[in-house]
């Protein structure tokens, strides 16, 4: 099973190198993490440049960000018409918050994405809070995926918590940490206009929880490039789609959190994620867009 996954779009030169290279890769599914056209009215323009370079049949499939969320910039709801899911067995309210098994037979992964942390039409986020219905519902998809066999879980939001970007824990501590302590392969996130891969973190021991501006080793399982499943979860923030980059901070007390990074200021570059995945391996790397030199590759396996 083969995908590619990216946030922050736009629609300008940027996004257009990004999708040439997603097409170059040919992936079997495109997740797109948020941060479309940036613009109100945008949204026609922006799934025809997506399929003028990806065509009609590839699934492209949506996740909302902050900036069509409310519909300021952009609609979610036009823009999953434009759009639409094409993932047989498809659960929830695509766009918004939704999970889907991969390939629908004999499934290798199990996708959940999820919409915490950013605000929607009546100026409210959605309820994620500890115990709530949204936490509910994400806690028994990862769950159900164990039960049911599913190799590995991947969860993806527009908003990342750890970050050497510019932003805060917009997906909150606890879901976060609700998400690492159900181990999580891996999970997925846009926002910040950076790239950047954690090492596995997971909870036990000297480590009840990661908390965001801090950093504590303890949470580290494993800080090599090749990990084991089972001991934690990998964060990586794709937020490099196509739009201008933000500046890494290099000094960001989570920075030990983190295996690699690319800002405006430091190795930058747009580009995707590439993952691929079979029963016993989880593989990814990064792929830059033309022009660009800045790559990374992990691997989870399988016990
Ligand atoms: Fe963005």
Known sequence: MHFTAQGDIGLGAGAKKVLDVIAGLDPQLNLALGDFSYRAGGEQQFCDMVTGKLG?????????????SNGEEGDIDKFVRCLPNKLPGLQGQYGIQWRVDVPEQNPVVRF?????????????????????????????????????????????????????????????????????????????????????????VGLGGNCSELVPANFSATCLTDKDGSMEQG????????????????????????????STWSGKNRNPALGTLDVTVSADQLAARFVPAAGYSFTDSFALHRR
């Open 56 to 68: 009609t049949d590839l699934p492209y499939q949506l996740i909302t960000g902050n900036h069509e």
């Open 112 to 200: 959940i994405l999820v919409s915490p942390g950013i605000d929607f039409k009546n100026g409210n986020p959605l309820d994620y809070s500890k115990g709530s219905e949204r936490w509910r519902w994400t806690a028994e998809a990862i769950d159900q995926a164990r039960s049911q066999g599913i190799p590995w879980t991947v969860v993806g939001m527009h908003v990342p918590c750890f970050s050497l970007g510019e932003k805060s824990c917009q997906a909150g501590k606890d879901f976060t940490n609700m998400l690492i302590d159900k181990k999580v392969d891996l999970v997925l996130s846009g926002h910040d206009h950076v790239y950047q891969r954690s090492h596995q």
């Open 231 to 258: 001991a934690g979860t990998v964060f990586v923030t794709v937020g490099v789609g196509g739009v201008e980059l933000y500046n890494v901070k290099n000094n960001d007390p989570e920075v030990g959190y983190f």
